[in-house]
């Protein structure tokens, strides 16, 4: 064992570091134990690459994060990656009632999923409280028009289900990346990792509540000092999430420092999980005319969006369950909602909804928000469109970003952990090519891996992306068939014998 010193990121403390032998050289480190990170390593395993490691700065797997909607292309994905995963997927999603699943963080019994509950629709309505459209939530349908069906699961159930496909000793918590070395005569990389009692809430992708701003977040009563550990590994995959410490360390320092850190998109959410105290007579109105049993419905001013960019239409999902609680999406400065009070949030709100000539019912029910729990979230972006200036490649030497680290971006068309299981299905594909072929120590073999990945992934993420931020594929009914025949129908088994042997 050695020992010397590494520099926290943007922090000048010194921090002992205890380095691991220089035997032990993992063929994959996978940064970041998120739902795409854990896939990546679910994949690897199952394509017998064992010798690798997870490390996540999360000090323990708390039940954070909302509802992710897997649709076919994502399913497709992670059947391609591991079957067992996602049957196991399956079962513990909310779209299959009574399923059952080992709670105890180890690998288990994959249980058959339990035959789905009533078929319910996601209905878009206009002011008039009159359908406009509606996207199915049932499995089934899903399943049959596009060869693999749909199903919603909360984000923290989806990353347990993946993590107990994977032995425990694999993934490391409170592990959080500072530095990336290429240790070239090792024929490696070496990641530094500090352990500490506190870390920085994300600026990225987090809801804010009232005038609370970036704080760091004490996870554990007992105070400590942070520790330093290093691993060193053949490959490194970046699945750390659209503030990646990763990306960061990769363009920093370099002609691409400016895209080390993501973008405003120009788009936020603003969203209050509970109306309390709604006259009975507002509340009988809305859920008669708009929600009408759904358990979520999108409300926007149709005349308004179909002679306006998307950008300057407002949405409001209402969201049914005990109780009425509402998310909105408006496209403002980045400035009217950071660090805002609950209260400037709903006066936000009400103007967005006034400017779109919203009905008095739906302003009147944000207007009885209570301000504490009103909450905020910028959304942000990394663009997979390559400008003139920019050279900001997905991969450096032996890393390579997946997921959010390489093309984060709003959450409107669902596509997110989708996409990241896309990135997981193709990068463990060239991974296993790799160990296949004994390309560990090619550097070219490595280099011309990755950069079919990007040359495969890249350009759909435009495409995808650009959906996101126009919402194109709503503008008609043959805009949306097109839309979906693109995005879920493709064979992933044809993809990967034609683009990825």
């Given amino acids: 064992m050695q020992s010397e010193t590494t520099e926290m990121v943007g922090k000048n403390i010194e921090i002992p570091l205890t380095d691991t032998p220089i035997n032990k050289i993992y063929d994959v480190v996978i940064v970041g134990a998120g739902p795409v990170g854990l896939a990546t390593a679910v ?63 180890k690998t288990g019994e ?43 699961i909360s984000w923290y159930d989806l990353q347990t289900t993946l993590r107990q496909q994977i032995p425990e000793n694999q993934v490391k918590l409170n592990h959080r990346c500072i530095k ?14 500090v352990s500490d009692a506190s870390v920085e809430a994300n600026p990225y992708a987090y809801w804010a509540d009232g005038q609370n701003n970036i704080q760091l977040q004490d996870l554990d009563s007992t105070s400590q000092s942070p520790i330093a550990k290093s691993f060193r590994a053949k490959l490194v995959v970046a699945a750390d999430g659209i503030n990646s410490t990763v990306r960061k360390l990769l363009y920093t320092d370099s002609p691409n420092q400016a895209f080390a850190k993501p973008k405003y998109s120009g788009f936020a959410a603003i969203y209050c999980s509970e109306v309390l105290d709604i006259p009975n007579e507002l509340r009988s109105y809305i859920e008669e005319k708009f929600l009408s049993g759904s358990p979520i419905v999108t409300v926007t001013n149709f005349k308004l969006s179909s002679s306006h960019a998307f950008s300057e239409c407002p949405r409001i999902m209402l969201i049914n369950r005990q109780s009425i609680g509402y998310l909105m999406h408006v496209h403002v400065p980045l400035h009217s909602v950071q660090g805002k009070s609950g209260c400037d949030l709903l006066d936000l709100a009400l103007q967005e909804l006034e400017k779109a000539d919203f009905p008095d019912t739906l302003k009147e029910l944000v207007q009885l928000s209570p301000p504490e729990n ?55 594909t060239l991974i296993a090519n790799i160990a296949k072929n004994n390309n560990w120590d090619n550097k070219q073999a490595i280099a011309s891996a990755f950069e079919k990945y990007e040359r495969l992934r890249r350009p759909f993420m435009e495409y995808v992306q650009e959906a996101t931020l126009t919402q194109f594929p709503h503008k008609s009914d043959q805009a949306w068939q097109e839309y979906s025949q693109e995005v879920y129908t493709r064979d992933f088994e044809q993809v990967s014998t034609k683009f990825l042997v």
């Avoid at 909302?66 to 399956?90: C, H, I, M, R, T």
């Avoid at 206009?126 to 399943?143: A, C, H, Y």
């Avoid at 032996?398 to 997981?424: K, S």
Wanted: with cysteine; net charge neutral.
């Fill in 43 to 105: 994949g690897l395993r199952k394509r017998g690459i064992d010798n690798i490691l997870v490390v996540d700065q999360a000090r323990a797997f708390r039940r954070v994060g909302q509802v992710v909607d897997l649709l076919p292309n994502g399913l497709k994905a992670l059947k391609y990656l591991d079957s067992n995963a996602y049957e196991a997927v399956k079962a513990a999603s909310l779209t299959f009632a009574n399923s059952q699943q080992s709670d105890d963080g």
């Fill in 110 to 152: 994959v249980i058959e999923p339990k035959p789905p509950k009533a078929s319910l629709e996601w209905v878009s309505k206009n002011f008039q409280g009159q359908r406009v459209r509606s996207i199915s939530l049932s499995f089934d349908t899903w399943l049959k028009k596009y060869g693999e069906g749909r199903v919603s």
């Fill in 180 to 193: 990336v070395v290429d240790e070239s005569e090792n024929e490696c990389v070496r990641l530094d990792c």
């Fill in 374 to 428: 009103v909450r905020q979230r910028p959304y942000y972006i990394h663009c997979a469109a390559i400008s003139e200036n920019s050279s900001a490649t997905w991969s450096a030497g032996r890393v390579v970003l997946v997921g959010d680290a390489a093309h984060g971006m709003p959450p409107f068309m669902a596509q997110g952990a989708n996409q990241g299981f896309e990135d997981a299905m193709v990068i463990t």
